[in-house]
């Protein structure tokens, strides 16, 4: 019996860089790119205005289990361009990378792994955790800042 997939949102803006980056993808043979290019077309694509809040789009954090592991993950979904860090990006030219993206939290998804096995991805929740570094975040709100001001006296100083 076949798993239903669930269903993929993604802002018009994602949809239109990652149609690019599929593209150099493919012509470049990179193992994903097939698995991300039918998630792109299966994708239901519409204004970021209309993309509801639970929904994995692209710069933002996400938390999710790979099949029954007890742990999960919190990374920032990521273009490969704009991977800098493993312990907190999670590049959307991944498997799991391919798989959250325009999920919901809640949503699980079926894929093959490298080695011809199933997996399951499992989206746990959208945005940063409590325990994550503010620091790290990628979004910000209007007149949102972090960390205090810095000046040129605020750097550390010789004995």
């Excluded at 269903?7 to 018009?12: A, E, F, G, T, Y």
């Excluded at 954090?61 to 790979?66: D, E, K, L, Q």
Aim: net charge negative; with cysteine; charged share 25%.
């Amino acid at each position: 019996m076949r798993e239903i997939l669930p269903p993929i949102i993604l802002p018009s803006q994602d949809h239109l860089r990652l149609e690019e980056l599929v593209a150099d993808a493919l012509r470049d043979r990179h193992p994903v790119s097939s698995f991300l290019m039918s998630e792109l077309d299966r994708a239901h694509v519409c204004n970021d205005t209309e993309v509801p809040p639970d929904v994995v789009r692209l710069n933002d954090w996400v938390t999710y289990r790979i099949d029954d592991d007890p742990r999960c993950e919190s990374k920032i979904l990521v273009l490969p361009q704009d991977f800098s860090n493993e312990l907190i990006h999670l590049s959307v030219l991944s498997l799991p990378g391919a798989a959250v993206l325009g999920l919901r939290a809640g949503d699980r998804l079926q894929f093959l792994n490298f080695k011809g096995n199933r997996a399951v991805v499992t989206v746990e929740c959208i945005g940063a955790q409590p325990d994550t570094p503010a620091l790290l975040s990628t979004r910000r709100r209007k007149g949102q800042t972090f960390g205090p001001p810095v000046g040129p006296d605020d750097g550390p100083t010789a004995a």
